[in-house]
């Protein structure tokens, strides 16, 4: 083994300490820098999202339709809808009886109408209440019914009582 001299120590570099201040103050100005970045790229995002769901309330503002009469489950009604077949339209009529509604009265309310059994067999069919197609909706008759969904009536041909 080789005979190690004790006085000769290992001559350590130190690196003075003016430089490492100087990089941890460069490293904080880039963070702080870095974090405004972030804050002001968030502000703009909160911004554009705004624009967005603005422009959004105007767009399902004009597609709602206005003129829906008040009907409920139980009503006997006719739905006018216009139909475009081999280049030609026309307005195909639909008469039944409410079963259920459903979301409310926003962009995406829908409802049931149950009409006529042909060789047993029930129709029913599923409306957008602010489908374009539809060209009015027009109340016949008013039932009193105890229920919000009268799936009970495919099963069950029950009359319902006239609302008075």
Do not use: C
Not at 19 to 25: E, I, Q, R, S, V
Not at 71 to 78: A, H, L, R, T, V
Not at 82 to 103: L, M, P
């Amino acid at each position: 083994m080789a005979y190690k001299d004790p006085s000769k120590k290992k001559e350590t570099k130190k690196k003075p300490q003016n430089k490492d201040k100087k990089n941890k103050k460069q490293k904080t100005k880039e963070q702080e820098k870095k974090k405004q970045k972030d804050e002001q790229e968030k502000k703009e995002n909160k911004k554009q999202k705004e624009k967005d769901s603005k422009k959004e309330q105007k767009e399902s503002k004009k597609q709602t339709k206005k003129e829906i009469p008040e009907f409920s489950p139980g009503d006997s009604i006719k739905v006018y809808q216009e139909v475009e077949r081999s280049g030609k339209t026309y307005t195909q009529i639909f008469k039944g009886i409410v079963i259920a509604r459903k979301h409310g009265k926003g962009q995406s309310a829908t409802f049931t109408v149950r009409g006529k059994t042909i060789d047993g067999v029930g129709i029913e069919k599923i409306f957008p209440l602010h489908l374009p197609a539809i060209q009015k909706i027009e109340v016949v008759k008013r039932h009193k019914v105890r229920r919000s969904k009268l799936y009970y009536l495919r099963n069950h041909k029950k009359k319902l009582k006239e609302r008075k």
